[in-house]
């Protein structure tokens, strides 16, 4: 019975280490895929805050143009009532700023065609280190990310004075001196119109008070979006 149940042990101890050994192989093919997958996760999150801080970045940049404009209604239409692009330059450089705090290695970027955004495309820093699995190890990930910007308001603008009745709406003299009238430098300016937002907020625009205007941020969303 001794001599039996030691050969039977002798016999199990193989058994054991190959299971063991199985156990460990799946375990580190587990990790490299885990691995694998937490770099493609950091290299998406990486996409996304540098789309997010482009397209950030270009909405910050219309803020002067818009105050520039304060007296220009067929500009204010341009930029809420119909398909705006964006001011001219590039907010590239943002995204690569924001990729580099993600710890992300290559950063592609580029404006969108046809709409306000940037698609960015990045590849993790880092790859991965276990070669456990073929052909995996130094793999990185890489992963792509759109933002754009929309408006959140329309432009309603001002309409023309009426000209009172018996009155022609090009006569502009002086009918007791018989010469032109000048308009008075002194008077002020007229709103050119109406911006009404999401929510029922609404901003006259008056070229006299360019603190009326909301934040940015309250005229324009900036969210990720399909390429």
Known sequence: ??????????????????????????????????????QRNGAQS??????????????????????AHLADPDYFDSVFNVPYLGVPGNACWKASAFAALNKAGTVRCRQLSGRWGYAVRVRSGKGVSTDIVPGVKGEKAEAEAVAVVEPRCSFTQEPEDTPT???????????????????????????????????????????????????????????????
């Open 165 to 227: 009745p018996g009155s022609s709406p090009d006569e502009d003299t002086d009918t007791d001196t018989g010469t032109d009238e000048d308009p008075d430098p002194g008077a002020p300016t007229a709103p050119v119109g109406k911006v009404s937002c999401d929510g029922g907020e609404e901003w006259v625009v008056d070229p006299e008070d360019s603190a009326l205007m909301p934040d940015i941020a309250d005229l324009f969303s900036v969210h990720l979006a399909e390429n």
């Open 1 to 38: 019975m001794t001599r039996g149940g030691c050969e039977e042990s002798g016999q199990a101890a193989p058994l054991y280490i190959a299971a063991v050994a199985g156990l460990l192989f799946l375990a580190l093919v587990f990790f490299a895929f885990g691995e694998a997958d937490v």
């Open 46 to 67: 990486a996409a996304d805050a540098a789309a997010l801080a482009a397209a950030k970045e270009s909405r910050s940049s219309l803020e002067p143009d818009l105050l």
